[in-house]
């Protein structure tokens, strides 16, 4: 893990960040907003206090920043790759604000335990669990998620960010982003009586929810639900909505 030295590092980064809340959203909108214009939908989904999960899409590098942008009453803490710390200006923001950084390709038992933690500790998390950005749409989801919000019980909203694919040319012709955020139905994960949370459950439930990231993404921009088009033949076996 990098960024934050420990969990509780982590709290008191949040502390300090409440007590500036205020101030600084306000300081972030006012110069985003000459940048993208952002449509929310159902933010009432996002819950007030208890612990959950934003499950995102994540097509751009500037999805995570909308994401944050928008959720004003929270303090988000991202799940970022670990090959951002050689990126000096990624690595600071991240240092700065206390994001947790993943090894990818294995199963980073330190990251994802940190985590479970924090959601344990009633804070809101952001993952993206395809692992890395897809232009295309949605790719394979990872179990990583699965496997920290059955061990944390927490919610998970599915976080669809749409309409930034083009964010290069609009700024290049000086035009602002027009991005929507669509906030799905939360739901938890459930086990069936006898279970358990082996490779393969999570394999399922990854499948499920990543369906349900799916279908929060509206029609208009039904290209970027990838691999997970089929959307009629999303099953619920494994999901409790809210």
Known sequence: MYAAASVSDMLAQQALYDQR?????????????????????????????????????????????LLTLVVRHRYVISMAKHETRHNPPVALVNRLWGNILVRRGEPDRVAL??????????????????????????????????YVACKANALVVPSAVVGVHDWRERW???????????????????????????????????REAMYQLALAIPDEFAQYRGCYSDVENASTHYLAFA
Do not use: S
């Open 21 to 65: 809340r205020r101030w600084l959203h306000r300081w972030l909108t006012c110069a985003a907003y000459w940048l993208v214009r952002v449509q929310v939908f159902h933010a009432e989904r996002v819950p007030q206090q208890d612990g959950a999960i934003l499950m995102m899409n994540h097509i751009t590098w500037i999805d995570p920043a």
């Open 172 to 206: 290049r012709r000086l035009r602002r982003l027009q991005a929507q955020i669509h906030f799905g139905r939360p739901f938890r994960f459930v086990l069936g009586q006898d279970e358990r949370l082996n490779k393969e459950t999570r394999a399922a439930m990854t």
């Open 113 to 146: 335990n940190a985590a479970i933690e924090l959601l344990r500790a009633k804070q809101l998390i952001m993952i993206a669990p395809e692992g890395t950005r897809n232009k295309q749409g949605l790719g394979v989801g990872r179990d990583g998620l699965a």
